[in-house]
């Protein structure tokens, strides 16, 4: 249960990934996997619980796919999009207790290496890469930046703001060492700048507020884009 559960994990964080893509951003193979523990639940204990806010996120991806159904030309993506969120949120709630912190210390490590390889070998990582990404928007040349394992800058940043996030909750920060914690967010920062987007200016900021004080938050940010 844990190897799945991990399985999960990385691929969720690295959702964009497939070693045969469809025609969308996002790969379906995280959400293949949350179904089956889904349904892996039920088998074993024959029936799955749901809080207040369970259901009521539920009822409202139900009612999402009834209500966006009425439009004309209905988008199969967006129909069943909230329904999909549910089905990741549930999963991670449920199978939270499996997960280990190295699983999301490797995907950001898979990040790094897909940003640093598109980097000094840009051509190459294309015409790699395209077999297992739906497509790939970076243009240097144009002034974009890195996108590593994701399709387009912004989807980089919100990756990293992603693993940043569940590595500052309390549970992972309890049982790390400091030292690693602060030297991964700084990896974080540091290829955040790389994506060279504007969603990563935000998240930035987010990051920084929470490392630091607002005021040394404020004089570095200041520093960084003077």
């Known amino acids: 249960m844990a190897v799945l559960s991990n399985i999960f994990l990385f691929l969720l964080l690295l959702p ?3 070693p045969y893509p469809v025609n969308s951003d996002i790969q379906p193979l995280f959400v293949l996997i949350s179904i089956f ?3 892996l639940k039920i088998y074993q204990k024959g ?13 409202i991806s139900l009612f999402s796919i009834l209500f966006i159904s009425l439009e004309d030309t209905p988008i199969l993506k967006k129909q069943l999009g909230l329904l999909v969120a549910f089905l990741i949120y549930y999963t991670y709630k449920e199978y939270y207790k499996y997960f280990h912190i190295d699983t999301v210390y490797f995907a950001l490590m898979t990040l790094v290496f897909g940003a640093i390889f598109q980097y000094i070998f840009p051509e190459i990582f294309g015409s790699f ?5 739906n497509h790939i928007r970076y243009s240097p040349e144009q002034g974009r930046g890195l996108t590593s394992l994701t399709p387009e800058p912004a989807f980089f940043a919100a ?15 309890k049982i790390e060492p400091i030292g690693r914690y602060y030297f991964f967010q700084f990896i974080i920062i540091f290829f955040l700048l790389m994506t060279k987007s504007f969603v990563s200016i935000i998240f930035l900021v987010f990051i920084l507020f929470h490392l630091f004080n607002i005021k040394k938050s404020l004089f570095i940010i200041i520093t960084i884009f003077a």
């Open 129 to 133: 890469f395209e077999n297992f990404i």
């Open 159 to 173: 990756s990293l703001m992603v693993i940043s996030f569940i590595l500052s909750t309390e549970k992972m920060k």
């Open 37 to 39: 523990l889904l349904v």
């Open 47 to 59: 029936k799955i619980k749901f809080n207040r806010t369970d259901f009521i996120f539920l009822i």
């Open 16 to 18: 964009y990934l497939s």
